[in-house]
């Protein structure tokens, strides 16, 4: 198994990295995108498998006749937010074909179909939206709000898959694949250090905290950086910083997270006072009544800052996703059956969002996390050490063998 991995890692570990920052740049739709999807289907086509694209990008590889309905399905996302880690995404499409090698290692027999899902623009890095595969074959976005997705050039959705071979116009809800699904399981590396603290090398979770994102847009006025007085400036830079102090704040006070991450400015000159600052917030919490009340005062305080320093002030939410609580019929099986391999495994919450989240209200779903020592994703310095992410294989081939083979 120790082979498998390190043969599957070694192989997709150069796609789409930069050289001078060491993380990745695998957005939807570019060069590093098709990067990836190539490893995937040769990966599926060496274990035999049938490989398809479905109608909004995700490919799925599968064992088995899909249309015989009640599979199991696994795996994740190849893609990555700018200069991320390696593991966020790609370790969970990795470990579902190693653990596909283990249990074949083991001689069972399926008595399900099995199918290992890579799903497009998970992190939504390029159109600013994330889970746009799965949030479209779920239903959750229609096709018109896809279609009006752009990047940073303006290049809009439709236009990006056009320019990779794909069809936009048959993009939409895709109920008959999900009918197909009797139950899926992602594993991901931890984005947090709960693992850590406790001492487990794998966890399973309870359930993805709500969370969303919200634009907001400060408009003042282009003025003279050096010869515009103190008193006559409308600069929207100031309620800007005031804002994500404000966030900063309103997230301690109701434990939650708020995040200021993205910001453009026009016109973005050195000697210019801007005319607009566009800062986008990423907020979560444990519920959604917390998550209404610190969004609710990050937006009052805008407010307030914006008119003391005569500036125009907007507020769009881009997306939002209400809380996950995983089924608890099969995360309970997932109890059980890694209770019988490798003892009892400790259950946890998490604030980040995944595409077993967007798929839970279609099918029955669950995730197991590896452990991360430091609890740095998004980032080159995310890390698993490698006798975790080979327990997270042997992990995924207990409950895939205890689903999909008993």
């Known amino acids: 198994m120790s082979e498998t991995f390190h043969a599957l890692w070694r192989s997709l570990r150069p796609l789409g990295r930069s050289d001078a920052t060491g993380g990745y740049r695998r957005y939807a739709w570019t060069a590093a995108d098709a990067d990836c999807r190539l490893w995937f289907r040769m990966q599926a086509e060496a274990r035999r498998l ?17 249309a015989a309905g009640d599979a199991v399905v696994t795996g994740s996302h190849l893609d990555s937010v700018p200069d991320g880690g390696a593991f966020d995404g790609p370790l969970g499409v ?30 939504g890095a390029r159109f600013g939206l994330a889970c746009v595969g ?10 018109e709000k896809a279609f009006e997705l752009r990047d940073a050039d303006g290049i809009s959705l439709p ?44 966890g399973i979770a309870s359930a993805i905290w709500p969370h969303g994102r919200w634009r907001y847009d400060f408009r003042g006025e282009a003025n003279h950086a050096g010869t515009t007085r103190i008193a006559d400036r409308r600069d929207p830079m100031l309620p800007y910083a005031e804002t994500v102090l404000a966030a900063r704040r ?13 910001i453009a400015v026009e016109p973005n000159g050195v000697n210019a006072i801007p005319s607009l600052v566009r800062g986008w917030l990423d907020a979560r919490a444990a519920d959604e ?28 939410r881009e997306s939002f996703t209400p809380v996950v609580d995983f089924e608890h019929a099969l995360r309970d099986e997932l109890a059980r059956i890694l209770g019988e391999s490798v003892g009892k495994v400790p259950v946890l919450g998490t604030g980040a969002g995944h595409d077993a989240g ?49």
């Open 159 to 202: 236009q990006a898959m056009e320019a990779a071979g794909y069809d936009p116009e048959a993009i939409g809800p895709d109920p008959e694949r999900l009918a197909r699904i009797g139950a899926f399981v992602e594993l991901h590396v931890e984005q947090g250090r709960a693992l850590d603290l406790s001492g487990d090398a794998v």
């Open 289 to 316: 009544a917390t998550l209404d009340e610190v969004v609710d005062g990050i937006r009052n305080a805008a407010r307030e800052h914006a008119e003391r320093h005569g500036v125009e002030l907007g507020v769009t």
């Open 134 to 143: 799965s949030r479209l074959t779920a239903g959750q976005l229609t096709r």
């Open 50 to 66: 049938d490989v398809e694209t479905d109608r909004n990008g995700n490919q799925w590889a599968w064992l088995g006749d899909p």
């Open 250 to 262: 309103e997230a301690e006070l109701a434990g939650a997270v708020a995040t200021f991450g993205k």
């Open 94 to 123: 990795v470990s579902a074909f190693a653990a596909l090698d283990e249990l074949r290692a083991r001689g069972v027999s399926f008595r399900r179909p099995l199918a290992i899902v890579n799903f497009g623009d998970e992190e």
């Open 358 to 406: 967007i798929l839970s209200a279609a099918v029955p779903t669950a995730m197991l996390f590896v452990r991360n020592p430091t609890g740095v994703s998004h980032s080159p310095a995310e890390f698993a050490a490698e006798d975790d992410c080979l327990a997270g294989v042997r992990a995924l081939a207990d409950v895939l063998e205890g689903l999909a083979c008993r």
